[in-house]
């Protein structure tokens, strides 16, 4: 069966199908008409989606399609399409691909010359950001971090010092640890917004600077409860770092490739005439990795 215009070579189509992270209301209306078409539909957890699916009085069957299956199962799911029918991809609420299952089938539908279809609709990153109050003209996704604190802190090192707003999943029992660790590594003033149960009763959209943060969710059990995404304002360099040029950014990266940090904006000050303080902030600051 087909969900909508037939292929003309005679493959079915792979919808990927966004569904709600809360509230039911907001699957669009393509998506109840593709859920309902479709032959199949790929879900991550069958029992889960049964219950959605029975909600809006959709009957087409199911088949699991979870992050343990997906790369060996995948291959069930392409022979359908191979075969002309047309297949839904969903997973358990939102995006399919993001932080959740699909990645391989729709890698595997791909390179079967399949035709992929994206159905837009909730996820949970772009429902935060578009409430946060943060920058968004550019922005990092960071999925969930380790669980272990040592590659936790390692993550978050890697982009201390990146300018875009920075978006974390994060699972409520490790969420105070994540934002101590935040703490640590981005310092207590850096402005974070918590985003949690967005679209459901309890929704909650908190700024505060990361040490106040903390303190926040520490005092408040509820806080810890619930699906959570995390949003931390960009590295914004310090004032001081301003004041170089990019002229005197130029000569000091040269001088760094050859001299100590100190030294090198010892020279730089000399050459430019920006300040050495500054100077050496920058180079501390822009050290190569
Ligand atoms: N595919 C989903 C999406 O498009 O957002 C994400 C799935 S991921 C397995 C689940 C994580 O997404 C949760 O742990 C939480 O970090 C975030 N999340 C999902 N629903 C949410 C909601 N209603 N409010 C806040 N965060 C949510």
């Not at 920075?166 to 640590?184: G, K, N, Q, T, W």
Request: aromatic residues 6%.
């Amino acid at each position: 069966m087909s969900a909508s215009t037939p292929q003309l070579n005679g493959l079915g189509t792979l919808y990927v199908v966004a569904t709600p992270i809360g509230n039911l209301d907001d699957i669009s209306a393509r998506a109840l008409r593709i859920l309902a078409e479709v032959s199949l539909i790929a879900a991550e957890d069958t029992r889960h989606s049964t219950r959605l699916l029975q909600h809006f009085g959709i009957r087409t069957p199911l088949a699991a399609c979870h992050e343990h299956n997906e790369r060996e199962e995948g291959g069930r799911f392409i022979t359908r399409l191979l075969a002309g029918d047309d297949v839904a991809l969903i997973s358990d609420a939102g995006t399919p691909l993001i932080s959740d299952p699909g990645y391989h089938l729709v890698r595997q539908a791909r390179a079967a010359n399949v035709t992929v279809v994206p159905v837009p609709g909730a996820c949970a990153l772009i429902a935060g950001l578009s409430a946060a109050g943060l920058p968004s003209d550019r922005f990092v996704f960071e999925g969930f971090l380790p669980a272990k604190q040592a590659a936790r802190c390692t993550r978050l090192t890697a982009v201390q010092h990146d300018p875009r707003t920075l978006i974390f999943y994060e699972a409520p029992h490790r969420l105070l640890d994540s934002v101590a660790d935040m703490c640590d590594v981005f310092g207590a003033d850096r402005p974070a917004v918590l985003a949690r149960e967005l679209t459901k009763t309890f929704e909650t959209i908190k700024d505060l600077p990361l040490q106040q943060m903390h303190d926040w969710i520490a005092a408040d059990v509820n806080q810890q409860r619930g699906e959570c995404v995390l949003l931390i304002a960009g590295y914004q360099a310090p004032v001081e770092a301003l004041e170089v040029s990019l002229e005197a950014q130029r000569v000091l990266m040269l001088l760094m490739a050859e001299l100590p940090p100190k030294r090198a904006a010892a020279l730089a000050a000399e050459i430019t005439g920006v300040r050495k303080n500054a100077l050496y902030q920058w180079a501390l600051d822009n050290k190569p990795a």
